[in-house]
């Protein structure tokens, strides 16, 4: 009588999460305008590294800075 010997199989993956559902945003917070500027290649390096040291992109870390320095200057 011949034995085989039974493997067991490698335990599976675990299956990754679905990517959360994006809400749609309220059509006073949606952002439509577009504002454009020209910078160095240079410029943009030193924006874009000082954007990730905040956890932002360029885009969220310009506007950030640009609304609260607005805002600041509009107290004067």
């Known amino acids: ?8 199989a ?5 299956k990754e999460a679905p990517p959360p559902k994006l ?3 309220d059509e006073a917070s ?9 910078v160095t290649g240079e ?5 874009t590294e000082a ?3 905040d956890g932002l992109d360029v885009s969220s ?3 950030s800075l640009g609304l609260r320095t607005a805002a600041g200057s509009s107290s004067s």
């Open 1 to 8: 009588m011949a034995t085989s010997k039974r493997t067991r």
């Open 10 to 14: 490698a335990p599976a993956a675990p």
């Open 23 to 25: 809400r749609r945003k």
């Open 30 to 38: 949606r952002k439509e305008e577009v504002i454009k500027i020209r």
């Open 43 to 47: 410029q943009k390096a030193t924006l």
């Open 51 to 53: 954007a990730s040291r």
């Open 61 to 63: 870390w310009l506007r």
